[in-house]
C-alpha cells in the first residue's frame, strides 16, 4: 500500500490549564518536526489539533472560580492556541471540541454506532443529588476516606493516602455542589462492548508490532491482562458537553474520552469547511491510502491505540491509526511535572521571559525528549544547551561564515578554484547526513535525528577551524576562496536540514544567507549556493549566551511555587475544643531571652536553653533542635510558659515551656514579641 497522505494529530491538551514543558517534550514537539520533515519533502500532510474543552474538571474549574465552564475554556482556548503559534507549532488547523462541528461530527458519530447496536445499555446506581437536582461526577461527592480517615476524600480517590475509591467506599458521602447527603438512584447509560470487541482489537495491535516498544506492551498488557478488556461507559450524567443524541437520555452528555479523539476528525472538517472542496477532509480519513499517525504522551496510549480504533472499527468508515508514536513523561529538576502544584514550566510564561529564544527551548526539549523512558529537564542543562551547543558550535560556525564571506569578498561567494582531499570529504559527509536524519525521523527518533543535525553544524565547525582561513588569508588567498565556498554550501544544507527541528533559527539563516528557503531534496546537493552570489551584510548572532542570573531567577521561580505548595498542600489540625476565659487566664506566659544554649548531650531534638524571663534566670530544655541551632538560639526573644510545673528530661530540670509555632509539617520557629519595647517579664495575654 502506497502512501499517498499524511493525517498528523496531536493530543487535544485540555481546557484547563495552559501548556507546559511537559505536553511539549510529550507530542507537541515531536508532532511538529515531523510535520515540518514531511512539509520540507513535499509531501502531502496536514496537522491536526485543537482544546479539549469539556469533561468533569472544567465543570469543576468554573465552579471553584465562579464562572461559566464555557467562559474557562474560551480563556485557556486563547492561551493555549497563542503559546503554540509563538513557539511554532505549525497546526494546520488549530479546532475546539465546544464547537458546532464538533457537536455535530461527535453526535452523529455516536448515533451511528447506537442505530448498529454499537453499544451496550446497562443500568447503574450512582449518587444523585437531590436538591442540586442532578447526577454526581466521582470529582463531586467527598466523605471519609475508608482506609486513612481523611475526612475530605474523593469520590474517585483520596489525595492524602493516594487510595483510588468508588464513590459508594466514601463514608458519610457529600455532595460539594449542595453540601447535602446524596441518595443512591439508578441511571441508564451507554457502554462500548471492549470485551466483545476485543479479539478485532487485538487482530489490529497484533499488525502493529513495528511500533514503539512502549505502546506496543502497554497495549498488550491491556489486553493479555487478567480480565481482558472491560465495556466502557462512553455516556456520563453532567450537563457539560455533548447532548447524547438518542431519546430517553437527557442530562447526559458523551463521556469526554468518546467525543475527544471524535475531534481530530471535526478539526479536520474544520480545515476545509470555507474550502472549495470542503468534503477534502474525507480524503484524510477514509481513504486507504492515507496515513493516520496520532501524536500522543503515554497516559493517552490506552484511548489512541484501543479505545478510539475500536470507535472507528465499529463506524466502519474511517482509516485506523498506522502509528501512535507515544513519548513517556518529561521531569523537571528531578520532580514529577504537577499543574496544581505549579511544579512546571509554562509555555506562555517562557515565551515572555525568553522572548526570541523559542528555538533554544525546541532545542532542550529535543535533546531530552522521553522517547524510550521519562527523562528531565533542568535549567541548568537548558543553559548548557544554549551556550556550549547552540551558541558554541551552531552559531559560532554561521557567525565565521558570515563574518569571513563580508571582510573578504563584500558578501560576494567566492568560486572555489580547486577541491582538496579534505573539502571533498567535508562535502561527502555534508550530504550523507540528511539521510541519515530521515532514517531516524522515520523511526520517530528525534534526539538522534537531532543529533545528527547538530553533526553537520559540527562538520562546517570543524573544518573551518582546521583550515583556519583567517590566517590563511595573509598567505594563500585562492585557497581560502575555496575554503568559504566549501563553508557557505554547508552553512545553507545547515538551514535546510535544521528546519524541523530549529524553525525560528533556519528562517533567520536563510535570510542572513540572502536565499528562499529550500526543501529537504536539496540537503543532498553540495553546491546549492553558486559564486558571484552576495549574502546580506549585517550577521546577526543567532544564539546570544544565557547568563547565570536569568537561569538562577527561573530556579528560584520553581523554589518559590514548592515553599507555596508545601503551606497549601497541607492539612492544618482541625480546632481543639472551646476552653473558658479562665482556663486560660490560669497560664502565665511572659517574654524571655535566651542567654544561653547548648545541645543536650545523646539527643537529636534537645537544647538546653537559660533564659531571662524577667522574673528570674532558669533552665528550660526544649526539642527545637532540629530547627534552630544554639548559635541561632542565643539572643532571641521569646514567649515562655513560666508557671508550667517543672519537669525533668534527661536529667536535667526543665522549668517551663518555650511557645513556638509548629506549621502543617511539623517546622518550629520562635513566638517572639514584634515591639522591642515588651522587655524581659512582659506579660502576654
Ligand atoms: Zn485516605
Redesign the pocket.
Known amino acids: 500500500m502506497s502512501i499517498k497522505r499524511h493525517t498528523i494529530t496531536a493530543a487535544l491538551p485540555y481546557a484547563n490549564g495552559p501548556v507546559h514543558i511537559g505536553h511539549l517534550a510529550g507530542c507537541y514537539l515531536p508532532a511538529d518536526i515531523y510535520v515540518r520533515y514531511l512539509r520540507s519533502k513535499n509531501e502531502d500532510v496536514i496537522f491536526i489539533c485543537g482544546s479539549d474543552e469539556h469533561g468533569v474538571p472544567i465543570t469543576i474549574k468554573a465552579k471553584k472560580e465562579g464562572i461559566t465552564p464555557q467562559q474557562v475554556v474560551d480563556k485557556y482556548h486563547k492561551i493555549m492556541g497563542d503559546a503554540f503559534r509563538e513557539f511554532g507549532i505549525s497546526f494546520d488547523v488549530y479546532s475546539r471540541t465546544s464547537s458546532q462541528i464538533h457537536h455535530k461530527t461527535a453526535a452523529d458519530f455516536f448515533k451511528k454506532l447506537y442505530d448498529n447496536n454499537g453499544f451496550t445499555e446497562q443500568i447503574t446506581e450512582q449518587y444523585f443529588d437531590e436538591e442540586a437536582a442532578q447526577f454526581l461526577a466521582d470529582r463531586y461527592i467527598t466523605g471519609t476516606?475508608?482506609?486513612?480517615?481523611?475526612e475530605n476524600?474523593y469520590g474517585d480517590q483520596?489525595?492524602?493516602?493516594?487510595?483510588s475509591?468508588s464513590p459508594t467506599d466514601l463514608i458519610h458521602p457529600k455532595s460539594t455542589l449542595s453540601g447535602s447527603k446524596p441518595i443512591l438512584k439508578q441511571t441508564k447509560n451507554w457502554f462500548l462492548p471492549l470485551d466483545k470487541l476485543s479479539p478485532k482489537i487485538k487482530t489490529f495491535i497484533e499488525q502493529h508490532q513495528d511500533w514503539k516498544t512502549n505502546v506496543y506492551g502497554q497495549c498488550k498488557s491491556w489486553l493479555d491482562s487478567g480480565d481482558g478488556l472491560q465495556p466502557r461507559a462512553m455516556t456520563r450524567d453532567l450537563d457539560w458537553g455533548v447532548p447524547v443524541p438518542v431519546e430517553g437520555a437527557d442530562g447526559k452528555v458523551l463521556y469526554v474520552w468518546f467525543d475527544a479523539p471524535i475531534g481530530y476528525i471535526s478539526a479536520t472538517k474544520e480545515l476545509f469547511q470555507n474550502t472549495q472542496n470542503p468534503n477534502k477532509w474525507e480524503l484524510y480519513w477514509k481513504d486507504k491510502e492515507s496515513r493516520l499517525i496520532h501524536f500522543i504522551g503515554k497516559d493517552n496510549i490506552v484511548f489512541h491505540c484501543i479505545i478510539f480504533p475500536a470507535m472507528l472499527m465499529e463506524h466502519g468508515e474511517f482509516i485506523l491509526p498506522d502509528n501512535v508514536p507515544a513519548n513517556e513523561f518529561l521531569n523537571l529538576e528531578g520532580d514529577k511535572i504537577s499543574t496544581s502544584r505549579n511544579w512546571a514550566v509554562w509555555l506562555h510564561e517562557y515565551l515572555l521571559d525568553f522572548k526570541g529564544k523559542e528555538d533554544v527551548l525546541r532545542y532542550a526539549l529535543t535533546a531530552n525528549m522521553p522517547e524510550t523512558k521519562d527523562n528531565d529537564f533542568t535549567w541548568k542543562d537548558f543553559q548548557t544547551k544554549n551556550n556550549s551547543e547552540l551558541a558554541d558550535i551552531f552559531g559560532n560556525f554561521i557567525n565565521r561564515v558570515l563574518v569571513l564571506t563580508n571582510k573578504n569578498y563584500n558578501g560576494i561567494v567566492p568560486d572555489a578554484k580547486e577541491f582538496e582531499k579534505t573539502d571533498l570529504i567535508a562535502l561527502e559527509e555534508l550530504i550523507k547526513i540528511p539521510s541519515r536524519i530521515e532514517e531516524s525521523l522515520n523511526k520517530f527518533r528525534f534526539r538522534e535525528a537531532m543529533s545528527e543535525m547538530m553533526n553537520m553544524a559540527r562538520l562546517g565547525n570543524k573544518y573551518l577551524a582546521d583550515q583556519e582561513p583567517w590566517k590563511l588569508i595573509k598567505t594563500n588567498e585562492e585557497r581560502v576562496k575555496t575554503i568559504m565556498y566549501v563553508a557557505i554550501q554547508i552553512a545553507v544544507n545547515l538551514a535546510i536540514v535544521a528546519e524541523p527541528f530549529l524553525p525560528f533559527t533556519s528562517k533567520k539563516l536563510f535570510h542572513l544567507l540572502n536565499f528562499s528557503p529550500l526543501k529537504w531534496s536539496h540537503s543532498k546537493n553540495s553546491n546549492n549556493i553558486s559564486a558571484g552570489h552576495k549574502i546580506n551584510e549585517h550577521p546577526e548572532i543567532l544564539f546570544s549566551k544565557i547568563e547565570d542570573e536569568e537561569i538562577n531567577h527561573q530556579i528560584n521561580k520553581l523554589e518559590e511555587s514548592k515553599k507555596t505548595n508545601i503551606l497549601n498542600s497541607a492539612t492544618l489540625q482541625p480546632a481543639k475544643p472551646e476552653i473558658s476565659f479562665d482556663d486560660f487566664s490560669k497560664m502565665d506566659i511572659r517574654v524571655g531571652t535566651i542567654l544561653e544554649a547548648e545541645r543536650v548531650p545523646k539527643t537529636d531534638k534537645l537544647l538546653k536553653l537559660t533564659i531571662d524571663t524577667g522574673l528570674d534566670k532558669r533552665t528550660v530544655v526544649s526539642g527545637i533542635a532540629a530547627w534552630v541551632t544554639p548559635e541561632d538560639a542565643v539572643g532571641k526573644r521569646v514567649s515562655i510558659l513560666v508557671n508550667l510545673a517543672p519537669r525533668k528530661i534527661k536529667g536535667i530540670e526543665s522549668k517551663g515551656m518555650i511557645l513556638m509555632a509548629e506549621n502543617p509539617q511539623g517546622e518550629l520557629g520562635f513566638v517572639s514579641p514584634v515591639k522591642d519595647e515588651t522587655g524581659n517579664g512582659s506579660i502576654i495575654k
Open positions: 476516606c475508608p482506609k486513612c480517615t481523611n476524600a483520596c489525595e492524602k493516602c493516594g487510595t475509591l
